[in-house]
Every structure is written in structure tokens, then in C-alpha cells.
């Protein structure tokens, strides 16, 4: 039986893409970093993330560094960042039916919070995160402990391909939504689960897992 839906934050529950926009001219700046127009970032929505930093110039070791610095910057910004149409009905509507909520993201638990506070939608029974973009399935399988819920009682909600590898780590289950970061022909590649491209789609999808 389905219990909890864990959810991805930036992509699947906030539209916060201009925000990444702002950060990476921000930090092009600092660190010389290849700077890209809104039309070459768009565009890398296509690649994989690993293939993305490579195009940008950026070694994988800059990381850890680039997203510390990162943050501060994010949350200057958090405060433009509405929920995708139809993301607040669907959230109320899990809510009313029962289901266990959970936000598992590679943001920080002060964003997130900011954020659903500013949109009345502090409905999530927990929020877990990591800072590391790859390192996702150990803080899902750290959420399902906390939770007391098995991975086969659970799916998770997410708009990237390296969402549905740190599943597929797990296992979890995944539904895919096509409104996020990630080109839908990349998550493709990744063969979730499921795949939704509205909010509401993601209800009527539930009932199939």
C-alpha cells in the first residue's frame, strides 16, 4: 500500500530555473567561468549534468565549492519563486487523502521552508537534504528511516534524470514530471516508472503504483 510521496523541491514544486540563471551569471563573474546565454543554458536542459559542467568548463572537484557559494545566492532570490500552476491544489489534495509528504533536495531546509511559508503550504510531514548533486539516493533511503516507511510504500517525484539513477539506487519508485529541469527526452533515457506532465496527473498516476 502507498503511504508517502517524496518529492523533489526545485523543478517538481517550485519554478525557481530564473533563480539558477541568476547564480550562474553570479558565479561566471567570480570564477571565470564560461558565461552562457539564456538560450545555451536552455538548451543544455538535454544533457546529462555531468556533460552540462563539462560544457561549461567546470571540473567536477570546483563542485562542492561552487555550491557553497551557490546557496547564499539562491536564497536571495527564493522570494520570486512561485509553485508550478496546479502544484498547490495537488499538495492540498494528498494532504486531504492521507498521504505521508516529504521533500528530499538538493536545497537547503531554510529555502524550502521560506518557500512554503510564503505560499501557505506548509503541509510536509518532513524535509531531508543534501548538498551533494550525487549522492541523492542516500538521503532518500535516510528519509524512508526517519519516516519508518519501506521503500515499497513510497514514490518519489522528481524532474531530473539523476533523480530517477538515485531511485533506481534505492529502490524507490519514480514519477518523472516533464515541467522541471530536465528535458523530457533525458528522462526518457533514464526509464522512470511513471511519467506526469501536469500536477494533476501526478494524483490519477498514484492510483496505478
Not at 74 to 91: K, L, N, R, T, V
Request: charged letters at 25%.
Amino acid at each position: 500500500m502507498l503511504k508517502a510521496v517524496i518529492f523533489d523541491f526545485d523543478g517538481t514544486l517550485a519554478d525557481t530555473g530564473h533563480i539558477l540563471f541568476k547564480v550562474y551569471d553570479r558565479l561566471t563573474e567570480k570564477h571565470n567561468i564560461q558565461a552562457m546565454s539564456r538560450e545555451e543554458l536552455e538548451n543544455m536542459r538535454s544533457l546529462p549534468i555531468r556533460e552540462r559542467f563539462k560544457k561549461a568548463g567546470v571540473p567536477l572537484l570546483r563542485l562542492p565549492r561552487l555550491a557553497a557559494e551557490a546557496i547564499p545566492i539562491f536564497g536571495e532570490f527564493i522570494g520570486s519563486a512561485e509553485p508550478f500552476p496546479g502544484i498547490e491544489e495537488m499538495i492540498r489534495s494528498l494532504k486531504a487523502q492521507g498521504y505521508v509528504l516529504s521533500i528530499v533536495s538538493s536545497n537547503t531546509s531554510r529555502n524550502i521552508n521560506s518557500f512554503l511559508a510564503a505560499h501557505d503550504l506548509e503541509l510536509f510531514d518532513h524535509i531531508c537534504c543534501t548538498s551533494s548533486l550525487f549522492g541523492k539516493h542516500r538521503t532518500i533511503k535516510q528519509a524512508l528511516k526517519e519516516l519508518g516507511i519501506k521503500s515499497s510504500q513510497a514514490v518519489y517525484v522528481g524532474d531530473e534524470l539523476r533523480d530517477i539513477n538515485a531511485c533506481k539506487k534505492v529502490p524507490i519508485r519514480i514519477i518523472a514530471v516533464s515541467w522541471g529541469y530536465d528535458h523530457l527526452s533525458l528522462l526518457q533515457q533514464g526509464e522512470p516508472d511513471l511519467v506526469a506532465h501536469t500536477p494533476a496527473e501526478i494524483e490519477s498516476l498514484l492510483g496505478e503504483l
